[in-house]
């Protein structure tokens, strides 16, 4: 650039960029809509609402409930309902007619501009609402069960505080970034894009991103998934809610998607022992409750190899892994243990009777 040409207007061109996502939303919006017209929308059972907290409210499902007390931890970046996506494919449905007392807490968009909360935030909100639960059930502590990066978290809330729980099921829920854990995570690192702090992040930014970093995770996978539903009504309705349900997307504060990325991703902190919360140092021996892995090779995010590594370095811990398989009708195998008619045939009562053994 010469000494005569001006500088880029990088107000203007952030002005740019938020016009796009803002497009975006409203395209992503109408197709949802469109979807919503066809029957495709949320099926979601009844819920009450028992506590809340900044970014977070729990939700508590009537039933039986005589059973172990559950606390279902979503990933944040989406809507919960992928956990109670219709009738056939319903973890929430599954577990509450097993007798167990059901809760979800479900993560709120932060307040306008506020990107201020971290992975401790969110730790500190899953401590909570595991508290309410047990204050509920005169001291019996819940068993937590995290999906994606919310098992994650939920881990590390468990290492924070580890009267939390009674148990810890990680849904295709990562614990190990090192070299080669995941398609996904070598992925991101390779990228080598920081990632700012401050603000919030579109949700759709975050797909678009994730898209872009791994498009044969996020976008060739779908379309294939959708091509070998064709012959099977079941899992080409499962598909569609699930290309549904994508479009829920939820603004993440931008100090969490930074922590994810960089303290996470491409540091490994919590595997190294090295992550710093509250003023201490965690890793893996700080995790001290009996852990159930469920993994897909096929999965890109959440393989064995992203957890095993972890669960060896454990100190003299209860730890299993079982093993879910292929689906057809998930969109992506990430999901296949919520949303997979084998999942919910095969794994999903191996998961309530480990509960039922360490209950």
């Known amino acids: 650039m010469s000494e005569d040409t001006p500088p880029p207007d990088n107000g203007f061109f952030g002005a740019l960029r938020t016009a796009q996502l803002s ?86 968009p932060p307040e306008k501009g506020d990107g201020s909360a971290g992975i401790g935030a969110y730790a500190h909100a899953i401590i909570e609402a595991g508290e309410t639960i047990a204050a509920a059930r ?52 390779a990228n080598g894009h920081g990632t700012p702090e401050n603000g919030t992040v579109a949700g759709t930014q975050l797909s678009q991103s994730c898209a872009l970093i791994s498009p044969g995770t996020f976008v060739w996978s779908r379309w294939v998934d959708g091509f070998l539903s064709l012959g099977d009504p079941a899992a080409m309705d499962t598909h ?22 960089e303290w996470l991703y491409r540091e490994n902190r919590y595997q190294e022992g090295t992550l710093e919360l509250d003023g201490r140092t965690l890793g893996p021996t700080d995790l001290r409750v009996p852990v159930l892995g469920v993994v897909n090779d096929a999965d890109e995010i959440g393989p064995r190899a992203s957890v095993e590594p972890f669960f060896i370095r454990m100190d003299g811990v209860d730890t299993r892994i079982i093993e879910q398989p292929v689906e057809i009708g998930v969109g992506l195998q990430h999901l296949g243990v919520l949303a997979g008619r084998r999942a919910h045939a095969e794994t999903w009562p191996k998961i309530a009777d480990w509960i039922a053994a360490h209950a």
């Open 23 to 108: 497009a975006m939303d409203e395209w992503r919006g109408a197709q949802a809509r469109a979807l919503d017209l066809f029957g495709f929308g949320a099926r979601e059972c009844r819920y009450e609402v028992v506590a809340s907290g900044p970014g977070w409210r729990l939700r508590r499902y009537p039933g039986k409930g005589g059973g172990a007390p559950l606390l279902m931890v979503p990933a944040p970046i989406k809507r919960p309902y992928i956990w109670d996506l219709a009738p056939s494919v319903s973890a929430v449905r599954f577990c509450r007619d097993r007798g167990f007392g059901v809760h979800l807490i479900e993560w709120l």
């Open 138 to 189: 005169a001291g019996r502590k819940p068993f937590v069960l995290g999906h994606s990066l919310g098992g994650t978290i939920a881990a590390i809330a468990a290492s924070l505080r580890p009267e939390l729980a009674q148990g810890l099921v990680l849904l295709g829920a990562p614990l190990s970034f090192g070299r080669g854990s995941s398609r996904f995570r070598d992925l991101v690192v």
């Open 240 to 261: 569609v809610r699930i290309e549904r349900w994508a479009l829920d997307e939820v603004p993440l504060p931008g100090r969490l998607v930074h922590q994810i990325v």
